[in-house]
């Protein structure tokens, strides 16, 4: 077993704690920003929308090394496993114009061209 699949499933058996009425399953980004395979734990309470998300590991951009670290994770985990690749990036809904629990004390929308002074 590889040195990075030993750190994958010990980082995974340190955050998937097994706690009641929770819903856990693996995130795999195919990060081309930065040239990467990322590995996280996403966790969520029943009847909660917000997401815990633990990372685990951070892989080199090279397919057999992430084809081989992605089978000892099977082999170790039956946990869903869901995949996104930043090429294609998704638009989460309609445009935050006002969020006062992280300081923006003013609403956002943007002036069109005739009201800016």
């Known amino acids: 077993m590889l040195a990075e699949s030993k750190a ?37 309470r029943g009847g909660e929308r ?13 397919v057999a090394l992430y084809q081989e670290v992605c089978h000892d994770l099977q082999a170790h ?9 930043t090429h294609h990036l998704v638009h ?7 969020d006062l629990a992280h300081g923006h004390y003013k609403n956002t929308h943007y002036h069109d061209a005739q009201n800016r002074n």
Not at 92 to 98: L, T
């Open 8 to 44: 994958l499933i010990a980082n995974l058996d340190r955050y998937f704690l097994r706690r009641y009425q929770w819903r856990y399953h693996i995130l795999i980004v195919d990060n081309h920003l930065f040239n990467c395979y990322s590995f996280f734990l996403q966790a969520q």
């Open 50 to 62: 917000l997401i815990h998300s633990y990372d685990l590991l951070e892989i080199p951009h090279r």
């Open 77 to 85: 985990s039956a946990l869903s496993i869901e995949y996104r690749d």
């Open 92 to 98: 989460p809904g309609a445009d935050i114009v006002q």
